[in-house]
C-alpha cells in the first residue's frame, strides 16, 4: 500500500512498486485521461503532470510518486467546468479520433504554467516528443496558442474579482 | 404508454424488401405514384437500398425524443455530427435534440465497411432522405387527424403545425408501426436555401468528452468483473510454436489463465500490469519455429514486377491521328507503409450464456461477426458486434484481430468480460499494411505541348483484405484447426483498389491504364486509406509535372490543358489562387512549389493542393512551408469537419512521403515502434495549411476522407523537384534520398 495524491485527493494504491503509473491512474482510479499508446515512452499519449513538470506515465513507476502531485486532464477541469486549455481544445475543434489529444494538453499544460507567454517556436518544441496520427497538429497548436489568451483573461479576471475584495 | 416504434431487426431481416407495407404515401410522393408498370421499381438513394425501412434509420419515442441509427462507425471524421446535422435539418428539430447510434449488429442496419470514403454519400443520403420520408409522414398523420389538407402544413422544432398554428409534436403523432415503411425512391428534400444545420460548422459532439477525460474508447471500457488479458503473438508471420511450458506463468500473481490454442497463446490475469507481466514471462519461454519468408525489402521494384500476375487492360483510349514527338518515361515505386494508429488496437469480449459480445472499434461490426462467428463455429445470430471507438485507424488496422482476440479468449472463460489490449510492438508487427506498389509510365507530347498518348501500368496486390470470412483474423490463423487465409480479389472498378484512380481523369487522345493484380502475398497488407489511389495518383501527378517540365509548360496549366470536368478546373483555379500561384513564378532560393489534383475514385470528392516546400542542400531534408488545399465534396455538412479532414490528409500524407517504410529483414518485421518507423513531429509540421471548399449546394454527398491524401504526395514531390531540380520517384522522399540526388 502506497498513498498517490492525484489530483488533489490522497488514494491508497494496492499495487507492487513497480506498476508503471499509467495503469495505477487508468485501472485504479479509473481515470481514462491518460492514454496507452506505445508503453515505450515514444509517442506521448500517457503524459500527466507530476509536481508541475510533463511526465509520461507508462515508464514512471509507482515507486518514483511517494509524496509527489500527480495532476491528470481530469484534474483541470470538466465537461460541465472546463479549463482554459480544455476549452481552449474544444473551441478550435482541435482533435480527429482525439487518442493523442489529452497527452498534448498536459504538455502544454505544464509549459503554459511555467511560461504563459510561449512563443510558437517553443510550443512545437515543447510538443516535439507528442505524435499525432490523424494530422490535427495545427489545430493542436491553435489551440494551445488560444489557450494562452483565454488562461491571460482568466488572470485577469480573477485579478479582477481579488482587488474588488 | 411507450408508443415507440421499436426496430426488431429480426422482423426487419425477415422481410428482406419482399415485406410489403400497405401504407398510402398518396399526399406526401405524389411525383411517384405511378411508376410505369413495365419498369423496375426505382431503389431508394444510399444505404436506403439494402435497409429500405425507415425505422431502420429513425425512432421517434412517444415523449418526441429521436434517435438516428447508422451502420457507420466514428473513426475520428465527425460523422456522428454530420449525420446528426442531416438528420436534424431534414425532420426540423434542433440539433440537440436528436441521439446517433452507430453500428451495432442488434440495432443498426447492415451497412458493410466504414471506408471508401463511402459513410456520408452512402448512410448521410439515407439518413437524410429517411428523416425527410419521415418528416412527410409526420406532416400526412397530422393532416388525416386534423382532417386537412396536408399542403398548407409546415413542420419546426420538432412539431408539425397546421395552417392555423396548431402545434402537433411528433412524439404524439408518431404511432405503433408507423415508421416500419419502405422507404421511397424519392424525397421531399429541403431546398439546401433554407437550411439551418446542415451547412453550419456545428461542433463535433465528441470532442468534449475526448478533451476532459470521458470515457470516450473501447480501451476506457471497464465492466464489472472485467480481466485483462494480452496476446503473445508469434516472432514472425507462419512461426510454430514448438514448445511452450505455461506452468510456472499460470502460478504468476493474478494469472487467471493462459489460452493456448495451437499458435494462438495468450495470458489472462486480474489486473492489467500483472497481464504484462504474464505476457512477458509466456514470451520467454514460448519457444517458436520460424521460416524465412519475407521479400527483399530494399529490392521492392524487383520483388513486384516478378511476382506472377494476372493482368487487365482496364481503360483504352485510341486515336491515330494524334502523333507524339517527344516521349518521355518514369518508373514509380511506393513501399510497404503502417496505418500506425497511436493506441494500439484493442477490445473487450464476453461469453454470457453461449451468446457473445464483442465491443470492437472495427470499421464493419456485421463482417466481424460474420468472421468471429465462423472462427468460434456458432451462429451468427449468436455473435454481436458492437462498435465502440478506438484511436484513429485510417483503415484496416488491428481492430478486427484485437475483436477475434478477445472472442476465442472470453469463449475460454464463460461469463468474465475480457479486454484485450495489444502492445505497441504488436500493432507494429501484425498490423496489415499499406500494401507496396509500383507504376510504369510513359507519354508522349505533340508538337503543340499537349500529350498525345498515356501508358500507365500499376503492380499491385489486392487493397482489402478485411473480414467476413475468419481466415482474414489473426486469431482463426493461428487456432489448432485454422482457418485458411482467403484468396485474395481485386477490389472491381469503378472503384478499384491497386488500380483505384489509375485511370487518367483528364482526356488524352490515346491513353492505354493495365492493372497487375498480384495475387501472392509475401507481407500481411489490407486496406490503408485511399488504397491504390495514393501512390496511382502520386505517380500521375508526378508524371504530369514531368511532362510539363517536357513541354516548358506551367503545370496548372498544363493540368487544365488536359481536364475537361469542370469542377475538377474549379477545384484547380481555386488552390491555384488561394496560394497566390503565377506563371513562370520562381520559388526563393532553396524553395519550390508544386501543384497536384485528383478526383478520388474518380467519383467522390475533388481535391487540388498547392505546397511550398524548404530543402535544405546540406542535409537534404524537406520541409513542407505551407500548403493551400481546395475542396468539391459537393453539398457540405460541416465545412469545419470537411476542413479539419482535408488538413489531416495533407499532415499524414506528409508523412506517409517523407518519412515512411515498413522494414523487414527475410523472416521477420523489423519496424516495431516509433524509433523503427519513425513519422512526422512537430518540427515538421508547416507554418500553415489552408482549405478552401467549394459548396454546392444540392448536390450529392462526395466522400472527402480520402481525397487528399495522393494530391498531398504528389504535390510535395513536385515542389521537392522544383526546388531542387531532381525528381524523386520512390517513396518514401527521405532526406537521404533527396541528399543523394543533389549530391547525384
Known amino acids: 500500500m502506497m498513498t498517490l495524491k492525484v489530483n488533489g485527493h490522497d488514494h491508497q494504491i494496492d499495487a507492487d512498486p513497480d506498476t508503471p503509473l499509467l495503469y495505477v491512474l487508468r ?30 506515465s507508462c515508464v514512471t513507476p509507482l515507486l518514483l510518486l ?21 476549452r481552449a481544445f474544444m473551441e478550435e475543434q482541435a482533435a480527429q479520433c482525439g487518442y493523442c489529444i489529452a497527452g498534448m494538453m498536459m504538455r502544454a499544460q505544464a509549459l503554459l504554467q511555467k511560461n504563459p507567454k510561449p512563443t510558437d517556436e517553443q510550443i512545437r518544441a515543447e510538443l516535439e516528443p507528442h505524435l499525432c496520427r490523424c494530422g490535427t497538429h495545427m489545430r493542436i497548436l491553435r489551440a494551445v496558442h488560444r ?6 483573461t482568466a488572470d485577469a479576471a480573477s485579478a479582477g474579482n481579488r482587488s474588488a475584495q | 404508454m411507450n408508443a415507440a416504434v421499436i426496430l426488431d431487426r429480426r422482423r426487419v431481416l425477415a422481410g428482406g424488401g419482399a415485406l410489403i407495407v400497405s401504407f398510402s404515401l398518396s399526399d406526401a410522393f405524389a411525383q411517384d405514384q405511378s411508376p410505369p408498370p413495365a419498369a423496375p421499381a426505382p431503389s431508394p438513394p444510399g444505404s436506403l437500398k439494402g435497409a429500405p425501412f425507415l425505422d431502420s434509420w429513425i425512432r421517434i419515442d412517444a415523449d418526441g425524443s429521436i434517435t438516428v441509427f447508422t451502420g457507420k462507425v466514428e473513426l475520428g471524421q465527425g460523422f456522428k455530427t454530420a449525420f446528426q446535422q442531416i438528420a436534424a435539418e431534414e425532420l426540423d428539430v434542433p440539433f440537440q435534440s436528436l441521439k446517433v447510434i452507430t453500428a451495432d449488429t442488434r440495432r443498426t442496419a447492415n451497412e458493410g465497411y466504414t471506408s471508401g470514403s463511402h459513410s456520408m454519400q452512402d448512410s448521410g443520403t439515407a439518413i437524410q432522405n429517411a428523416a425527410a420520408q419521415v418528416r412527410e409522414l409526420l406532416v400526412a398523420e397530422a393532416a388525416r387527424r386534423l382532417d386537412l389538407p396536408a399542403d398548407n402544413f409546415r413542420t419546426g422544432n420538432g412539431a408539425v403545425i397546421s395552417p392555423n398554428g396548431q402545434r402537433l409534436g411528433y ?56 480481466v485483462h488479458a494480452r496476446v503473445v503473438r508469434p516472432p ?36 492489467e500490469f500483472q497481464a504484462i507481466r504474464a505476457m512477458n514471462a509466456l514470451t520467454a519461454v514460448a519457444k517458436w519455429r520460424e521460416t524465412p519468408s519475407l521479400p527483399k525489402q530494399d529490392d521492392l521494384l524487383h520483388v513486384l514486377t516478378s511476382l506472377p500476375s494476372q493482368d ?45 459480445t464483442v465491443w470492437t472499434h472495427t470499421q464493419g461490426v456485421y463482417p466481424d461477426r460474420q468472421g468471429i462467428a465462423q472462427m468460434l463455429r456458432v451462429p451468427p445470430a449468436s455473435v454481436r458486434c458492437i462498435h465502440v471507438e478506438g484511436s484513429g485507424c485510417y483503415g484496416h488496422n488491428g481492430a478486427d484481430d484485437a475483436a477475434a482476440d478477445a472472442a476465442l479468449i472470453a469463449r475460454e472463460l464463460p461469463g468474465l468480460p475480457v479486454r484485450v489490449q495489444w502492445t505497441r510492438e504488436q500493432e507494429h508487427a501484425w498490423e496489415p499494411f499499406g500494401p507496396a506498389m509500383v507504376t510504369k509510365l510513359k507519354a508522349s507530347l505533340d508538337g503543340n505541348g499537349a500529350i498525345s498518348d498515356w501508358n500507365f501500368e500499376v503492380w499491385s496486390n489486392t487493397h482489402s ?87 516548358g509548360a506551367d503545370p496548372v496549366e498544363f493540368r487544365l490543358k488536359h481536364l475537361g ?87 499524414q500524407s506528409m508523412s506517409w512521403t517523407l518519412y515512411e517504410n515498413v522494414t523487414f529483414d527475410d523472416t521477420r518485421i523489423t519496424s516495431i515502434d516509433w524509433q523503427t518507423y519513425p513519422i512526422l513531429r512537430f518540427n515538421a509540421v508547416p507554418d500553415s495549411i489552408e482549405v478552401h471548399i467549394i459548396n454546392r449546394p444540392g448536390q450529392p454527398f462526395l466522400g472527402s476522407g480520402e481525397t487528399g491524401q495522393g494530391p498531398a504526395a504528389a504535390s510535395i514531390a513536385n515542389a521537392i523537384a522544383n526546388a531542387t531540380g531532381k525528381r524523386l520517384r520512390n517513396l518514401p522522399l527521405t532526406r537521404k534520398r533527396i541528399k543523394d540526388a543533389i549530391d547525384a
Not at chain 2, 483 to 504: H, Q, S, T, Y
Open chain 1, 27 to 56: 485501472n485504479d482510479l479509473e481515470l481514462n485521461a491518460a492514454k496507452f499508446g506505445c508503453g515505450l515512452g515514444q509517442c506521448g499519449s500517457c503524459t500527466v503532470i507530476v509536481d508541475g513538470k510533463a511526465v509520461l
Open chain 1, 66 to 86: 511517494e509524496g509527489k502531485q500527480v495532476t491528470t486532464l481530469e484534474g483541470l477541469g470538466s465537461i460541465e467546468a472546463p479549463a482554459p486549455i480544455q
Open chain 1, 147 to 152: 489557450a494562452i489568451r483565454l488562461m491571460d
Open chain 2, 171 to 226: 412524439g404524439d403523432l408518431v404511432a405503433a408501426d408507423m415508421l416500419h415503411v419502405q422507404a421511397q425512391a424519392k424525397s421531399k428534400l429541403k431546398d439546401p436555401s433554407t437550411f439551418k444545420v446542415m451547412g453550419q460548422p456545428v461542433p463535433r459532439v465528441d470532442i468534449p468528452a475526448k478533451v476532459t477525460g470521458g470515457a470516450a474508447y473501447v480501451q476506457d471500457m471497464r465492466l464489472p468483473g472485467m
Open chain 2, 236 to 271: 514472425s508471420y507462419g512461426a510454430q510454436l514448438a514448445d511452450c511450458d505455461t506452468s510456472a506463468v499460470e502460478k504468476l500473481p493474478g494469472v487467471v489463465k493462459v489460452v493456448r490454442d495451437g499458435n494462438f497463446l495468450a495470458v489472462v490475469a486480474k489486473k
Open chain 2, 312 to 356: 487487365s487492360t482496364i481503360f483504352q483510349q485510341s486515336n491515330p491521328s494524334a502523333v507524339g514527338q517527344k516521349t518521355i518515361e518514369a518508373t514509380y515505386t511506393r513501399p510497404y507503409q503502417a496505418h500506425g494508429s497511436i493506441g494500439p488496437s484493442c477490445a473487450v469480449a464476453q461469453s454470457v450464456n453461449d451468446a457473445m
Open chain 2, 465 to 551: 483484405m478485411r473480414p467476413g470470412g475468419a481466415g482474414s483474423m489473426l486469431a482463426a490463423q493461428h487456432m489448432a484447426q485454422p482457418f485458411a487465409v482467403p484468396a485474395p480479389k481485386p477490389l472491381p472498378l469503378p472503384e478499384g483498389g491497386g488500380d483505384r484512380n489509375a485511370i487518367p481523369i483528364y482526356k488524352f487522345p490515346n491513353a492505354h491504364v493495365v492493372h497487375h493484380f498480384i495475387p501472392a502475398m509475401p507481407v500481411r497488407i489490407s486496406a490503408m486509406r485511399a488504397l491504390g489511389a495514393y501512390h496511382n495518383v502520386f505517380s500521375i501527378e508526378s508524371f504530369m509535372d514531368e511532362l510539363a517540365v517536357a513541354a
Open chain 2, 565 to 651: 470536368d469542370s469542377r475538377g478546373r474549379d477545384v484547380i483555379n481555386r488552390a491555384a489562387q488561394g496560394f497566390g500561384w503565377r506563371k513562370g513564378q520562381k520559388a526563393p532560393t532553396d524553395r519550390g512549389y508544386g501543384f497536384a489534383f485528383a478526383r478520388y475514385k474518380n467519383l467522390a470528392a475533388y481535391c487540388a493542393i498547392a505546397t511550398e516546400v524548404e530543402v535544405n542542400r546540406e542535409t537534404g531534408r524537406p520541409r513542407l512551408v505551407r500548403a493551400v488545399a481546395a475542396v468539391d465534396s459537393g453539398q457540405v455538412v460541416n465545412p469545419d469537419g470537411l476542413i479539419n479532414q482535408i488538413e489531416g490528409a495533407i499532415v
